[in-house]
């Protein structure tokens, strides 16, 4: 199998999101890619989510906070300069969602940073979640993200992922 690792440093979280795109598009049998990348202070919702029931746009505007919409499910998220994003994508052939995580886990304790796997695929330190995954399969691949909180403006992040609208009716996912 190929192994590649892509550290990409552009800060412009659409950018990225079309790269993951294109990646898992075009990706070639037998290749797995690590795509390492962190964007400037942004909203991601899921695919399945309505974005009014996911954060607060009046703190989004003030704070200048983008908001993009991913192609893999899963609940909204907040990024910033603070956080690593990790995108494997890998060809159908080559997928190998354990050897994701050991990635993951192996590079932590080199940190000195004993995490672990839950079963929901989160990776938790002294128990308190500091990264969640979210997937999606197409004709050629599989995309798995996963987002680290490493110095995350966690107050933001709390002000931000509190809906405007919470009276909205949707038959989107809700984060929890």
Known sequence: DKQIIIYNTSTDVFHHLAVEKHLLDTIAPHTNILYIWQSKKAVIVGKHQNVWNEYDYKTAIEKEVSVARRITGGGAVYQDAGNVNFSFISSKDAYNLDLNFAVLLDALKKFGIDAKRNIKNDILVD??????SSFCVKKRGVLHHASLLVNTDIPLLKRILKPS???IESHGVKSD
């Open 127 to 132: 128990g308190k979640k500091v990264s969640g």
């Open 165 to 167: 609208f919470e009276f």
